[in-house]
Structures are given as C-alpha cells and as structure tokens.
C-alpha cells in the first residue's frame, strides 16, 4: 500500500550538510546549526506524498534510530491524530526485509508525543574542517564526514568516534544541533 512513497534505486547521502557555525540560539553569521533532513533521507521516501497520503496534517520531521527498531524510521508529526481511530501523534514509516526472499515491506506505526521524548536526541559529530553534522542511524552504521577527518559509528546503541571533531547533541524534531556540554 505505501510503497509508492518509495522513490527508485538513487544514491541516498547518509549525512547532515551544516551551512553555518554557532550554538542553538547564540547568533553567529545569520543563525544557528540545523540538519538538512533533504540529505538524509535514509529509504528514498517521497515524504511529501507520504503527508498527502495518509489521513491528518502530516509533516516530515526527520528519519533516525528509535530503539527496538534496527533499521532508522521515518518520523512524521500528526498535527491532528484523529483518537477515535487510534491515530497518534507520530507516524513512523519504515522498511523490513524478508531474509529468504529480500523482499522489501514499507511498514507504519504510530507513536504517542511522551513516548517520542525517549527517542529525540541522538549524538553526532561536527567537523570544523567541511563544515558537517555526522551521526550514526544505527548500529553498524559507520559514518565519516565529507573531508573523512571525523567519523561516528552504533547509532543509538552506543557511540564511538575518533574525537576529531565536537561532540553535538542532535534534536531530531526541531532539527536543533546543540554544543554537547555547553
């Protein structure tokens, strides 16, 4: 049914472009860090087709780790789940694979807003040197930014860098990049 959000076979960049340096909320240069979720569309989702799919005010948020789920999801924010039908206020649309067959199934599930707040956060790594936000979307994900000095790896499972770069507290629903102990 929801296979049509998935966009042919094209090469997915699996990093986050950050066009400017400065703490959330600390202007500097005409802002702050944010992620450019167009680059890290983990699927190949058409997510704007997927918002005009499915019942409610749908808005893409972002596609990362949420634990128990092995693979990175699709987050999308309900404005207005509808209760009677059980709606709620997350939509998570994600990819499993027949291991005998390698078929691929688009699967969906709803989260509620206080069950999300366990998920949001993620660290990642900033490189001074090209300018990147990088983050692992799981577990065997091994990451390096553009130039290859920083690099992350384990998702939400653990994580392992090589300490090149700072350290980042990565927000995924406001998209907000956060100087990690500051």
């Known amino acids: 049914m929801a296979r049509g959000f998935v966009n042919g ?3 997915i960049t699996k990093h986050v472009n950050v066009n400017f340096i400065g703490l959330v909320g ?14 890290h569309n983990w699927y190949g989702f058409n997510t704007d087709q997927a918002c005009e799919h499915f019942e409610g005010d749908l808005t893409y948020l972002n596609t990362f ?6 693979k990175p999801v699709a987050v999308f924010r309900n404005a207005n789940p509808n209760r009677k039908k059980q709606h709620r206020d997350f939509l998570l649309l994600y990819i499993i694979t027949d291991i005998a067959t390698k078929k691929e ?13 366990d998920h949001r956060y993620q660290n990642g790594m ?20 553009k130039c290859r000095r920083c690099m992350v790896d384990g998702g939400k499972d653990y ?22 102990g500051v």
């Open 9 to 11: 076979a094209s090469s």
């Open 26 to 39: 600390a202007p500097m240069h005409g802002g702050t860090m944010k992620i450019n979720k167009k680059d």
């Open 65 to 70: 780790c949420i634990l128990g789920h092995y």
């Open 105 to 117: 199934t688009v699967m969906m599930s709803g989260m509620d807003a206080d069950e999300m707040e």
């Open 126 to 145: 900033y490189c001074p040197d090209c300018k990147e936000v990088i983050y692992s979307v799981n577990r065997h994900d091994y990451r390096k930014c």
């Open 159 to 180: 994580f392992r860098t090589n300490m090149a770069g700072t350290v980042v507290r990565i927000d995924f629903l406001t998209d907000e990049i956060i100087i990690a």
